[in-house]
């Protein structure tokens, strides 16, 4: 990799980064977490970078999701495990849907800072620094809690290591109630046109699992061995360089604190530190690409990290809005196509739909998310390329932060469970119903399949 160092980001502007009043406590932390044993291996990484090759040819289909801001606090059994569940359901939904196997990559065990549009905001008379994810400050609104805290790097990490260590007992010992139909919650389904579709998919999900799980019994085979990869903003790079490693008997350099790493939409810029620290790693990495993006940016981008046009190394996920898709994606899609770069397409149907309420609150709409992902998959299908994945906030918790989906979320219903840190969350049924309707969409005539096949505008979907 000519010309990159482990540090060769240092000689470039990095955005977003936080401002520590103690180098040498930040040094100190770096220090301790670079003799921390990794979170993930080499393997798995390489492995991530096969799955997602076949995801781009269409023969695979990654599910990235999970919190817009992990907290600390959120490192509880029950958190977790609702947050696995519904990633494994809407997988389920998936693979069955679509007979194509699904690429799991949570926004978990790592997903602790945050991009800000704003260094500052206003509390009262004061004027604080605003909260950058519990990587970098406390979420408190405070000057004092607000100061970047060196001892929350090491915090996070072993946050980290603590959510995937119970990740991996919970495959691994089978997270066998998903064969349960109880166990998929259809409460916001009532009285929903489509709650009865929706219920009989779930049976018949719950007999296939059971089947094949009677089958492994049977057999002798461990049949839970489902793969799931962890995923990250790898937004503070002094931590990101600090998991940066290199393994015996393999070449190149890896970050070893997740599977796969993205760069967020303000920190993408060609000649920053950013795109610098990412080309020289072996993990897939992905790019969120706005509706400012010029194509030959994309394409700068796109080359910079992808050199070898390997199809496994480069996921561009977009996240135009729905009203812009239409006008801001075709253009990046064939100047991509053209200079023959092999990417990942993946829509991020959430960043670009967030509106506030009157009352202030930051909110996104169901039909708003469901509008975005029937545009970017008519752009795909014009433009002959495939779209190879998604990329959603959710929660498995009963949150009210998104307006819509079969419950009909209002505006007056937002302070119910408004949760989040950052971004409003998919909650339980509205995840589930997006799986449910992508799953026709992209196979309508399988297993999932409604009476109709568009998902535009949310209405043509659910009748
Ligand atoms: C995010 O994914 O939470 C995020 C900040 O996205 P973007 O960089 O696309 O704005
Ligand atoms: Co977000």
Redesign the pocket.
């Known amino acids: 990799m000519n010309d990159w160092k482990i540090d060769s980001w240092r000689r470039r502007r990095a955005a977003q980064q936080a401002e520590y009043a103690d180098p040498r406590a930040l040094e100190a932390a770096i220090e301790r977490i670079r003799s921390y044993p990794p979170l993930v291996s080499a393997g798995e990484v390489e492995r991530l970078r096969g799955e997602l090759r076949e995801a781009g040819a269409g023969r695979r289909f990654l599910l990235q999701g999970g919190d ?2 992990e907290t600390l606090n959120d490192c509880t059994p029950d958190r977790i495990a609702s947050k696995l569940k519904i990633l494994l359901q809407m997988s389920l939904v998936l693979v069955y849907g679509t007979n194509r196997p699904v690429v799991r990559v949570g ?1 978990m065990a790592g ?1 602790y800072a ?2 800000r549009s704003n260094a500052v905001e206003r509390v009262g008379d004061e004027e604080i620094a605003t909260y950058r994810g519990d990587l970098v400050n406390s979420f408190a609104p405070s000057a004092r809690g607000r100061a970047p805290d060196p001892a929350r790097l090491l915090s996070a990490y072993q946050h980290s290591a603590l959510t995937l260590n119970f990740i991996r007992a919970l495959i691994d010992g089978g997270f066998a109630d998903l064969h349960h139909p109880e166990y998929w919650d259809m409460r916001d389904f009532r009285g929903s046109p489509i709650a009865a579709e929706y219920q009989a998919v779930v049976q018949a999900i719950s007999d296939s699992v059971e089947f094949v799980e009677s089958l492994g019994e049977a057999t002798g085979e461990p049949l839970q061995r489902i793969a799931f990869y962890t995923s990250h ?1 790898g937004l503070l790079l002094p931590y990101e360089e600090a998991q940066t490693r290199t393994v015996p008997r393999r070449s190149g350099y890896y970050n070893l604190g997740a599977h796969m790493l ?7 810029e060609v000649n920053g530190a950013h795109v610098e620290y990412f080309r020289g790693i072996r993990n897939p990495v992905g790019v ?3 509706p400012t993006c010029r194509p030959e940016e994309a394409v700068e981008i796109a080359v910079r990290l992808n050199p070898e046009r390997d199809a496994g190394r480069l996921v561009l ?1 977009t ?1 135009m809005g729905a009203d812009r898709v239409d006008v801001a994606l075709p253009p990046i899609v064939e100047a991509v196509s053209q200079a023959e770069i092999p990417v990942v397409w993946c829509c ?1 149907p ?3 739909n967030v509106v506030r309420t009157r009352s202030g609150r930051k909110t996104r709409s169901f039909d708003a998310i469901l509008h975005e992902l029937e545009s970017v998959l008519q752009v795909h299908e014009e433009q002959g390329t495939i779209l190879g994945g998604v ?1 959603l ?1 959710l929660t498995g918790e009963r949150v009210t932060e998104c307006l819509g989906g079969a419950s009909g979320l209002t505006e007056e219903d937002l302070g119910e469970n408004y949760a989040t840190y ?2 409003p969350r998919l909650n339980y049924s509205q995840s589930l119903e997006i799986a449910f309707l992508l799953a026709r969409r992209l196979n309508p005539s399988g297993r999932c399949a409604g009476p109709n096949g568009g998902i535009a505008g949310g209405e043509k979907l659910r009748r």
């Open positions: 817009c801001a926004r997903q945050k991009p903003e993205w760069i967020g939409e303000r920190t993408r969120k690409i706005g996920i996240r991020d959430m960043h670009g990329h906030e950052c971004d």
